[in-house]
């Protein structure tokens, strides 16, 4: 049926739109009338029956005119709170790659994979929640290459990659310019290798946190500044992991706060093991909780350490 709509003349529709003013208030209302079904007689999105989908698409207002006095039979304040747009799924974030015009239905699948491959993205349900590799990534990007994560960009190199399959254009050639140009990516690199700052491009600066997020060589952690004390100690630095479940939607400072006192504390002793007569100990891991009884730290990091299950750690803390 839908294919059967696209040979069908174009639907006609007349919205309207009235303004209510009773004294310094104004309201409004909208509808939709259907001049002219066109293709809804074949094809509604969303619905099997477009017959019975005509009559959802409109929107009827009584017969109204410029100057009516309106009976007001009922009022209700009903409250409106916006809410921030909702992460990308795997289907929306197809259907905005194909709004931009960038990839193919072929590539569709082994972009989604690279980006989770790569952690860029984590799924959380059927969402795709960003990194803090993520926002590290693309904020180097954006300030030292903006043009390389333009979307526009994409989609160009994409029609030119059309072109080079159809044989329209040679490949050797469009490389060497992307690549060896004056305004190439071998020259942009070489402009700008002694204007990147290392350790700037590792930090995230998250608004209103306190504490420093940078990317090291196994995951995002924390870095604060902790005060001398009376007793004459100076002042140090603090670095602590952040669990790869968070993600910096979920980061606030109540979280900074006890993954930080949770580094300086050490181990939480959970008891005495009844064999060993060594204490048992619990850390916080990037992945899980871990625990250890009776191991030297240097034997610890050689042999691995018993998961707690959820239920142990909500109890420990």
Not at 88 to 96: G, I, R
Not at 214 to 232: C, P, S, V
Request: charged share 25%; aromatic share 6%.
């Amino acid at each position: 049926m839908r294919t059967v709509a696209t040979q069908m003349a174009d639907a006609r529709q007349t919205l309207i739109s009235v303004k209510l003013e009773v004294e310094d208030a104004v309201f409004r209302s909208s509808g939709k009338r259907i001049d002219f079904p066109g293709f809804f007689r074949a094809y509604v999105e969303g619905s099997d029956d477009p017959d019975a989908a005509l009559d959802d698409q409109e929107v009827l207002l009584p017969p109204l005119k410029v100057g009516s006095q309106l009976d007001c039979t009922e009022l209700e304040a009903v409250g409106h709170e916006t809410q921030p747009p909702a992460r990308f799924t795997e289907a929306s974030l197809v259907k905005s790659l194909e709004s931009e015009s960038i990839g193919r239905p072929s590539t569709y699948a082994s972009i989604i994979s690279t980006i989770i491959d790569r952690k860029y993205a984590t799924r959380i349900g059927n969402a795709l929640a960003p990194t803090f590799t993520a926002f590290a990534v693309v904020g180097l990007l954006e300030k030292h290459f903006p043009d390389l994560v333009d979307t526009s960009f994409t989609a160009r190199m994409e029609q030119t990659l059309d072109d080079i399959s159809m044989g329209e254009k040679e490949w050797l050639p469009y490389l060497e310019h992307f690549y060896g140009g004056e305004q190439g990516l071998a020259q942009q690199v070489k402009d700008r290798e002694d204007q990147i700052d290392s350790t700037e491009a590792r930090t995230i600066d998250l608004a209103d946190l306190n504490a420093k997020i940078r990317i090291g060589k196994f995951g995002a952690y924390l870095e604060a500044e902790r005060a001398g004390d009376e007793a004459g100690d100076a002042a140090t630095t603090v670095k602590a992991s952040i669990p790869l479940d968070v993600t910096p939607a979920d980061l606030d400072n109540a979280q900074v706060a006890v993954l930080l006192r949770e580094k300086l504390e050490g181990p939480k002793q959970l008891g005495i093991h009844p064999e060993r007569s060594c204490p048992s100990t619990c850390a916080r891991a990037a992945m899980a909780p871990m625990s250890s009884s009776g191991i030297s730290p240097k034997t610890r990091r050689r042999s691995p350490s018993a998961l707690l299950c959820p239920r142990a750690w909500a109890w420990m803390m």
